[in-house]
């Protein structure tokens, strides 16, 4: 498979009055052309500031990228000047943001602000692009593209305007499309219907795209991938089957147990204790460790490397390592898993993605 | 055990003006029970009406018509200082937001007691702090959390405050608007968990306003299920979701997407169009019992066609 974007060991920091947050920790991951990505993790635990850092969206100062490359058609793009940057930014890799209140400007029209991108980077004509404009609410699924361009965003709901800044994204043709929690201002109803249009706009354009979000109801919906993003780290990376059928680190089972599932009603739900770290003065050894039931002694002095698991799945667990005691998973966990071996007898292991 | 009504909502509506002639009919005529130590949850899209209805009940806004009964006592009636009180101390409200709902010039001790304080539970200021202390306790904080602001803890932490501050004056039953939206998923565990625990020990009722359906279906006993300002259906937690009937039901429940990518793969989303009642002219629309505790709303027409499909 074809790589689009690689990201090696990244460091990012801000420097406070109160010292340096270490809001990301050494993230490495790679993303294939036309596949889905998901990032997990609670908030704080780094996947938006490493988002922002692939389109360079962070102020300097106060953040900095300490360490790491993040290569895109064999740029670094951690060492490309702002000018550079305008190029790729909106043009190849666009973002799509949480509030479609804020992303979009509200004394321009509709129209103007999807032109903006046109006129900026493709060079066209004020009339090709009002064409392309509509052309775009079509793809979108918006009605009455003619006369919705001349419209502000007050008077789109909340789930139109979210089209609009899908539209307002794609203007260009992106290469990569990163979605920092797209759906989770809006309801239910309306969020399927753009994760609908979001699978299907893919399909079309075959570009590839991660998706940010804590909701794994949503991950598990449109990612062929899953990383699990935890205090700046990525403590696992495997295929949407892998991650939520057979997973292999702590937090992952935690974050899949404490969902209620849809059968057991009585038991209490399970639930990490604790709180995230401060990234002030992040934990010696495994961070994850003071939440974590099955910690070892070697969890509070030494970091774990990534175990590998399979060819696509990897954790970073000394549970991994071959010389740690066998742990039973949550019960809840235990089952999945259990479901995985019987549909992937089925199915001869196979995989999507 | 017989079960003993605790609240009783009958036809509440809920209209603000917005304009000369223009009103926004937030609830519509909706009518429920609830029962003693019961958790009833409230579930819909924003601007279905659902925390109007929550906001309504505990009488943060004046009822345009109906009645909410408490304990056989109307809510909305003109009464004394002194009834309101009582009343005022028996309903106690969470809200969603906890980075809005506490003062952040308050110290942590003096919003938990401010119920204390107001209704007269403490005699002494040893007392006071005494119980201030308990109820961190209970809600899984501690003592040395007392003399600090709301900025210095998560969000987690903050609903706990939130929750210590309602339980203070030992209510009987508490309005959660949304409790748990803002938080994270391993933290949404943690207060439901003690929210359940809390309702075992005290025999608190709760109305439990969300629009996160798999919690709501694990914390509630029962569901109602709102549209437009209206009840649309209300039966057992696990009936909802086994036999859901009103077609809205249906499709807010096809909607949700579930943390299991073998049924996201074949999910399909079904679609609800209000015009697919196709109701005539001057068809009158009630709330009626399909199965034993099961109600829809519906049209008499309606009503015989669940009756034959559902029975």
């Known amino acids: ?353 | 055990m017989a079960k003993q009504k605790l609240l009783e909502v009958r036809n509440l509506k809920q209209y603000f003006k917005t304009g000369k002639d223009q009103v926004v009919k937030a609830v519509d005529g909706i009518s429920f029970d609830i029962y003693k130590g019961e958790t009833l949850g409230l579930v819909g899209e924003s601007g279905c009406g659902k925390s109007t209805t929550g906001r309504t009940i505990i009488r943060l806004y004046e009822a345009t018509e109906g009645e909410v009964l408490f304990n056989g006592v109307n809510v909305h009636a003109k009464k004394s200082k002194k009834e309101l009180k009582e009343l005022n101390r028996k309903m106690q409200m969470i809200f969603q937001d906890p980075y809005a709902s506490l003062n952040p010039r308050m110290t942590v001790a003096d919003i938990i007691a401010e119920g204390i304080d107001i209704h007269g539970l403490a005699k002494t200021k040893e007392e006071r702090m005494q119980r201030v202390y308990e109820l961190l306790e209970i809600v899984g904080l501690n003592k040395e959390h007392a003399n600090r602001y709301p900025h210095e803890f998560s969000g987690g932490q903050r609903q706990r405050i939130g929750i210590a501050r309602a339980l203070a004056v030992e209510p009987e039953f508490i309005i959660a608007d949304e409790p748990i939206s803002a938080l994270d998923v391993s933290i949404q565990a943690q207060v439901v968990n003690l929210m359940k625990k809390l309702q075992r020990e005290k025999g608190l009722t709760y109305l439990f306003i969300a629009h996160d359906l798999s919690m709501v279906k694990y914390i509630s006993d029962r569901i109602g299920v709102m549209y437009f300002g209206k009840l649309v259906e209300l039966a057992d937690a696990e009936e909802l979701y086994r036999n859901p009937i009103h077609p809205y039901t249906k499709a807010l429940l096809s909607a949700i997407p579930l943390p299991d990518p073998e049924t996201e793969r074949v999910r399909k989303r079904i679609v609800y169009d209000p015009s697919q009642h196709n109701y005539k002219e001057g068809e009158e629309l009630s709330f009626r019992e399909i199965t034993p505790g099961h109600f829809v709303l519906c049209s008499e027409a309606e009503y015989k066609q669940y009756k034959a499909m559902y029975t």
């Open chain 1, 1 to 353: 498979m074809e790589k689009v974007l690689e990201v090696k060991d990244l460091h990012i920091s801000f420097d406070i009055h109160a010292g340096e947050v270490q809001a990301v920790r050494g993230v490495s991951f790679d993303l294939y052309k036309g596949e889905t990505l998901a990032i997990v993790g609670e908030s704080g635990c780094g996947k938006s500031v490493t988002s922002k850092a692939l389109m360079r969206l962070l102020p300097t100062p106060p953040s900095r990228i300490k360490q790491g490359e993040i290569l895109f058609e064999g740029k670094d793009l951690t060492k490309l000047s702002e000018k550079e940057m305008q190029e790729i930014r909106g043009a190849k890799i666009s973002m799509i943001f949480q509030d479609p209140m804020t992303s979009l400007n509200p004394t321009m029209t509709i129209g103007n602000q999807i032109m903006e991108v046109l006129l900026k980077h493709q060079k066209l004509s004020k009339n090709e692009a009002r064409n392309r404009a509509i052309e775009l609410l079509q793809l979108v699924g918006i009605k009455n593209p003619e006369l919705r361009i001349k419209q502000y965003p007050h008077q789109f709901s909340g789930g139109m305007r979210q089209r609009v800044v899908i539209a307002m994204a794609l203007a260009c043709n992106p290469k990569v499309l990163i979605a920092d929690e797209p759906t989770t201002a809006l309801d239910v109803t309306i969020q399927a219907q753009i994760l609908e249009l979001m699978k299907d706009i893919q399909k079309k354009m075959g570009m590839s795209i991660i998706f940010i979000t804590h909701d794994l109801g949503v991950v598990a919906n449109v990612a062929d991938r899953v990383a699990v993003m935890y205090a700046g780290k990525v403590v696992e990376i495997g295929t949407v089957d892998e991650i939520f059928y057979n997973p292999k680190h702590p937090y992952t089972w935690g974050l899949l147990a404490s969902m209620p599932s849809l059968d057991h009603k009585d038991e209490e739900l399970y639930s990490i204790p604790g709180t995230p770290p401060d990234l002030l003065n992040p934990p010696k050894g495994d961070a994850f460790a003071p939440r974590n039931p099955y910690a070892m002694k070697i969890d509070y002095e030494l970091e774990p490397p990534m175990f590998k698991v399979s060819d696509t799945h990897y954790a970073a667990t000394w549970l991994l390592h071959e010389n740690a005691p066998k742990v039973e998973p949550p019960k809840v966990v235990q089952e999945r898993m259990r479901q995985f071996a019987l549909s992937s007898g089925k199915k001869g292991g196979e995989f999507r993605g």
